[in-house]
């Protein structure tokens, strides 16, 4: 597992990413909240980016109508914000497990954050992307790229942010994606972004922390 350091300017803050691979989401979950449980206020923020294999997630407040057809694959009930979605190979996941207080982040900046740094590392290829207020997330045009969910407990932050880079996109036609039937979903791949999985995992990780460590 690699581990990489980036200190903010005024030094309050460190966050410490972790390339785990691909995971799955039961123990990775686990692993999420056994860390927000035992963390203190001297416990680095973490960034893990990785994969799952197929699986549907569902929020909190998830409605099971959401779900059209699983088509055998599994689907978990988890504790994070919003509907439901997909993850899979060829998607990163970047989980956020961060201490927002010490941040000075509200949860709706924390969010606008996260998904700034989508749209400005989609711009950097030339991709214009933008997120919309009443469904949280990154669309280019009207495909959504890339969804998110957070849990808060506390101060304490966990979940994050998935972006579609090389994956196969069927199963969310199984459901209707966070929620929104018949919303169209896009990747990196098929907008012409030549860059994989390791390269947009690594910019992703320097874009949020440009964004989060901000100010």
């Known amino acids: 597992m690699r581990h990489q350091h980036l200190l903010s300017t005024h030094e309050r803050q460190r966050f410490i990413i972790k390339t785990i691979g691909l995971s799955d989401y039961l123990p990775t979950w686990q692993a999420m909240k056994y860390f927000t449980q035992a963390r203190t206020v001297q416990t680095h923020d973490e960034i893990w980016l ?36 997909y993850h899979g190979p060829g998607q990163i996941v970047a989980y956020l497990l961060l201490d927002i207080r010490r941040l000075k982040l509200g949860v709706r900046e924390l969010v606008r954050n996260m998904e700034s740094a989508v749209i400005d590392l989609l711009k950097s290829y030339h991709i214009d992307a933008s997120g919309r207020i009443e469904a949280p997330g990154v669309y280019v045009k009207n495909a959504k790229i890339a969804s998110m969910g957070l849990k808060i407990k506390k101060s304490f932050c966990y979940h994050g942010i998935a972006l579609n880079v090389d994956m196969d996109l069927t199963p969310f036609s199984y459901i209707n994606p966070c929620g929104y039937q018949g919303l169209q979903v896009t990747q990196t791949k098929d907008l012409g972004i030549p860059d994989g999985l390791e390269i947009l995992s690594n910019k992703l990780a320097d874009q949020l922390q440009v964004k989060l460590l901000k100010g």
């Open 50 to 85: 990785l994969q799952h294999p197929p699986v549907f997630t569902q929020g909190i407040a998830g409605k099971d109508e959401h779900l059209l057809n699983n088509h055998g694959i599994d689907v978990i009930k988890t504790d994070r914000g919003g509907q439901i979605t």
